[in-house]
């Protein structure tokens, strides 16, 4: 045998010996549960996937009760998310709370948060600068963790016809300066503009901010205190209109949602095509044009953020494994379910 076959044959004995040598360390490993770390990267990536796929594969949740609150967006995520939640994790006991004065909102969850009654706060806006230099002045810090995208739908009443709307049309209609739906190719009625009041909610405060851009509603705006309430006044007012988070316009039986856009020629609806007649309602309800959402092209959209308290303590830990469990394959698929966008 030449000696370039005797190589061959010995390189091929080794390999063959390595193999049956990680064969039965495999064999081994896997009888006492020893993780050897040489997993293929495939493997590797699966088990990472595995753990993040439901809610008990999340780490650090603490065991307690835990008040939170704040944003009226949110309570189809309470209804949906949060009771499979206490279902899979018993131990993290999950309280809602109401403010003791005032209505339910982005802004009374975070001054809640702030004055130590919630151990973290649900927001459908950013915390403002303010609310930083507050909890700095306490000695702590806020940190804001997006996760959903919502989008904000207009409701008129089901007799009213017009195309839809641009976003500066909309401003002038809240800014008093558009007062009949005729300006806007509807027919000749005065318009009845509802809105929840400015420190009720992140919902108005958003709009105020990126649709009004800081002006003030007009005169002829009749505030409201509750979204049931003011989609029960647009459904009996033909020339009424509102805004509200569109999982909570899309889906009803007596108003109707209408397509928004940032030019007359580029409406987008926020519900997915063909609009289900009114009529069929509720054994068929509009669906979230969730794609239109995600990708940007309908006009109004935001994020959706759990508000936690950075001071070392339980509540911390309580809100970052909340928000943790919401980026959870599972908290996502049933963010989804509720009515919201997918975040990741």
Request: hydrophobic fraction near 35%; aromatic fraction near 8%.
């Amino acid at each position: 045998m030449s000696q370039k076959n005797e190589t061959a044959v010995l390189v091929l004995a080794l390999l063959i010996t390595v193999g049956l040598v990680g064969g039965v360390a495999w064999w081994l490993a896997s009888k006492s549960g020893i993780n050897l770390g040489f997993l293929s990267n495939n493997q590797t990536q699966l088990q990472g996937q595995s753990n993040s796929d439901n809610f008990t594969s999340v780490a650090n949740v603490p065991s307690g009760l835990f008040s939170y609150g704040g944003s009226t967006t949110w309570a189809p995520i309470r209804k949906e998310v949060d009771s499979a939640m206490q279902t899979a994790l018993p131990q993290f006991q999950l309280r809602y709370t109401d403010p003791t004065t005032g209505a339910p909102g982005s802004g009374t969850g975070i001054k809640m948060l702030l004055n130590n009654q919630l151990a973290f706060a649900q927001s459908s806006r950013s915390v403002k600068p303010e609310e930083y230099q507050q909890a700095q002045q306490q000695s702590f810090t806020l940190k804001e963790i997006p996760v959903a995208i919502d989008g904000i739908a207009v409701a008129v009443n089901p007799n009213l016809n017009i195309p839809g709307l641009t976003l500066s049309q909309l401003k002038e209609i809240y800014t008093g300066k558009i007062t009949n739906w005729q300006q806007v190719g509807g027919p000749n009625l005065t318009i009845v503009p509802f809105s929840r009041r400015l420190e009720e909610g992140g919902t108005i405060e958003f709009f105020v901010e990126n649709v009004l851009e800081k002006e003030k509603f007009g005169a002829n705006v009749q505030f409201i205190p509750t979204t049931t309430q003011a989609l029960g006044q647009v459904a009996k007012n033909r020339s009424g209109i509102y805004y509200a988070s569109a999982p909570e316009v899309v889906g009803q039986c007596t108003v109707k949602p209408i397509p928004l856009g940032r030019k007359p020629e580029q409406l987008i609806s926020p519900y997915q095509q063909p609009f289900v007649p009114l009529s069929d309602c509720p054994q068929k309800r509009n669906q979230l044009n969730t794609a239109t959402f995600q990708s940007g092209e309908y006009p109004i959209t935001r994020r959706l953020f759990v508000i936690v308290k950075q001071n070392g303590q339980i509540d911390e830990k309580a809100g970052e494994a909340y928000a943790n469990l919401l980026l959870t394959n599972q908290g996502q698929d049933l963010i989804a379910k509720a009515g919201f966008v997918r975040i990741r």
